[in-house]
Each structure stands twice: as C-alpha cells, then as structure tokens.
C-alpha cells in the first residue's frame, strides 16, 4: 500500500463546476497535511494546508481533513480553465518529512 | 523578497559526468530539503540539511549521491558519474523552521536534470 494514494485522472470538470480531489494515506500519527498545485513543467505551488479535523476554506478552495477515516481531500468551487494542474497531497508523519502523493490532474474545460 | 533559487534550471549531462545543483533558500531559512520527481511521478524526499549539518539522508541512494549545505553559500546536490535514470527534475525547498505543526515548505523552480 502506498503511504499516500491518489487517482491519478484526469478528472475533467466543466468550467464553473466543483472538482473534488481525493487523497488517503496510511501512516495514522500523520498530522500536518497540504495541497500543492503543480503546473506543467513548473515547481509545486503551496494552496492549502490543514492540521485539525473538518473544513478550512480560502476562497474558492476549501481542504477537509478526516484523520479517522485517514482521508483528506480539496473542493475547488467556481472552477476555471487557469486551474487546469496536477494537485499533489503531501502528509507529514513526523516533523519535516513530506510525503507527496502521485497526484491529480485536473483538467478544467471551459 | 525572493524566494527559494535554484540553479542551473535545466542541465544536461553525458553518462560518467558529475551533475552539480545548486540552491538557494529563502533568506532567513535555515532548513533546507531537495526532492526528487521522476516523470509521471510524485516527489519523493531526499535529503535535509541544516546549515553544515546534514539531519536526515535517508532518501537518497549510498551511491553517487551527496548533499551539503555549508555556513556560506548555497546548499549543494552533488551526483556522480550520472547514468539516464537519474534523469529527473530536482526540486528544493526550504523552512524557517522544523518541527513545528504549522511549518511549511516552500519550493525552488527547480533543475531540470538529462542525461544522455
């Protein structure tokens, strides 16, 4: 089992609609999590992180967290064509190691 | 207010030769990590340093690979006698701080690596 999974896509939206990106992981005492946007070619793009159970929401994103069913997952409201990426979920177990998911590619159609 | 600098951006080795990446951190960062990402592929964890100090290698492979982050200047990834599978893009990243729950990385635009 992976340490933390992803569907790999695309997952296609219309453009305006909500896309949801999904991500488990396994190791349990993991406590800090983040969404990173990575466009093609590019570095990794910082958008969301969220330490506590429930929801955190900035602007169009919103990153729910589930640490009993180990799930986290990122909800892009009013989606765009500019928004066309590869989201990657990073967990981190301890107290600086990251590990990153394959990612999502999203793929915004307008 | 410039943030995590990476040089070269893109590098192209033959088979045999060292590949030498360079990074800068944000200014006032004093932890330092490099990532790996294989095409296709997620980013996996190399290596983190701290100033003359490296703190945990475990990602990275025994061979060819080494890291260092000196007192003066940026911090080095060094690979020899590079062979194609080490074709990848190398990112870096860097915090001011490790250990705490709200500590973020902060990623460099990173060195794109072939190898031919």
């Known amino acids: 089992q992976k340490e933390v999974e992803q569907n790999s896509g695309p997952l296609s939206v219309p453009e305006g609609a909500i896309a949801s990106l999904n991500c488990t992981y396994s190791?349990?005492?993991?406590?800090?999590f983040f969404w990173y946007r990575q466009y093609s070619g590019k570095s990794p793009e910082l958008i969301m992180s969220?330490?506590?159970?429930g929801d955190k929401e900035d602007g169009r994103f919103t990153a729910q967290l589930n640490k009993a069913s180990q799930y986290v997952s990122l909800l892009i409201r009013d989606s765009q064509p500019s928004d066309s990426a590869t989201y990657l979920c990073?967990?981190?177990?301890?107290?600086?190691?990251?590990?990153f998911g394959t990612g999502t590619r999203l793929k915004v159609l307008a | 207010n410039a943030g995590v600098m990476q040089n070269p951006r893109h590098l192209v080795r033959r088979r045999g030769q060292e590949a030498r990446l360079r990074c800068s951190p944000v200014?006032?960062?004093?932890?330092v990590y490099w990532y790996r990402q294989l095409p296709e592929e997620g980013l996996k964890f190399m290596v983190y340093?701290?100033?003359?100090?490296?703190?945990?290698e475990s990602g990275m492979p025994k061979e060819r690979f080494s890291a260092e982050f000196p007192k003066e200047g940026p911090s080095i990834l060094r690979i020899q006698q590079v062979v194609r599978g080490d074709s990848a893009a190398y990112f870096c990243?860097?915090?001011?701080?490790?250990?705490?729950?709200?500590?973020?990385?902060?990623f460099g635009p990173g060195t794109r690596l072939t190898v031919l």
């Open positions: 990243a860097s915090s001011p701080l490790a250990g705490q729950s709200t500590d973020t990385q902060y």
């Open positions: 190791d349990r005492v993991s406590q800090s």
């Open positions: 969220i330490y506590s159970n």
């Open positions: 990073a967990v981190r177990p301890g107290t600086y190691k990251y590990i």
């Open positions: 200014k006032g960062h004093s932890h």
């Open positions: 340093l701290q100033k003359e100090n490296i703190i945990d």
